[in-house]
């Protein structure tokens, strides 16, 4: 049941009748932020469902790729690591990362341990491709972070 703030007021009039003034401004019935309540309505209807509702649905096809960030030497091991709740595509590209052209494409090696709470593991090898860049691996919709092939890879390693 709502605040009756009549007979608040009512109370403050009978004071301010019988004692001088009396603040009837502090007094008055609280406003409710309905601009606030309204914008916060339009904005959150404007939000896709899923960005507010979680759904597992997504987190099972979310593949995560691991490279060395310091680089590699062309004639270097390269072998990057994706790893998935759910099971991983059976190839892999290399993308220059100026051009955004495929400049390798390989088979996944799966690995059959399960870390963590990743059920899907594989190697990503690309150390057939050896000329100098900066590039990125991607394994379906991922894309891992651009590393550079380049004989100074180390360099700054202590």
Excluded at 55 to 73: H, K, P, W
Excluded at 111 to 124: P, R, T, V
Aim: hydrophobic share 40%; proline share 7%.
């Amino acid at each position: 049941m709502p605040f009756d703030w009549s007979s608040v007021l009512e109370a403050a009039e009978n004071f301010a009748e019988n004692h001088g003034t009396f603040p009837l401004r502090s007094l008055r019935k609280p406003r409710r932020p309905l601009r606030l309540i309204i914008a916060l309505l339009v904005i959150t209807s404007l939000l896709p469902l899923n960005s507010i509702i979680p759904t597992s649905a997504g987190s099972d096809r979310e593949i995560f790729i691991r490279v060395n960030q310091l680089g590699y030497q062309p004639r270097d091991l390269k072998s990057a690591v994706a790893f998935s709740r759910g099971t991983l595509p059976e190839i892999f590209t290399v993308i220059d990362a100026v051009t955004q052209q495929i400049v390798f494409e390989g088979a996944t090696k799966r690995i059959a341990a399960q870390w963590g709470e990743f059920d899907h593991h594989a190697e990503l090898d690309f150390s057939a491709w050896q000329k100098p860049g900066k590039y990125f691996v991607r394994i379906g919709e991922a894309t891992s972070l651009p590393f550079e092939i380049s004989n100074s890879a180390y360099r700054d390693v202590p």
